[in-house]
């Protein structure tokens, strides 16, 4: 089992930043994309931005230009490094991997979530 871990999230004042990672760890053929997700209160899950190991992004409409995810591969890790950040952007962030334990078994892992609060 591949295991997506976290980390972080906290409280930020409106305009500052915030990095968040996740590391991927267990039996690991293959791990691709690997992406964030958040989920508000009362809100559906929405896809903040993915990334595969060949470096191509993509990002939602309210991101854009404000966040930027990368990853290093060599670590399975992807990070989110958020910029200017507005209320509207406080969720739980969830970090997700497409997970290839072997060339044939593929299935999507996530991680706990972690929690991304901006306020004054």
């Known amino acids: 089992q591949v295991q997506l871990v976290e980390s972080g999230g906290g409280w930020v004042q409106p305009g500052g930043s915030l990095r968040l990672s996740c590391a991927a760890s267990g039996s690991i053929f293959s791990i691709d994309p690997m992406g964030w997700y958040r989920q508000a209160p009362g809100k559906q899950r929405e896809l903040v931005a993915s990334i595969t190991s060949g470096g191509s992004t993509n990002y939602a409409d309210s991101v854009k230009g404000r966040f930027t995810i990368s990853r290093d591969n060599a670590k399975n890790t992807v990070y989110l490094q958020m910029n200017s950040v507005k209320p509207e952007d406080t969720a739980v962030y969830l970090c997700?991997?497409?997970?290839?334990?072997?060339?044939?078994?593929?299935?999507?892992?996530w991680g706990q979530g972690t929690q991304v609060t901006v306020s004054s």
């Open positions: 997700y991997a497409r997970v290839g334990t072997s060339a044939h078994r593929r299935y999507d892992g």
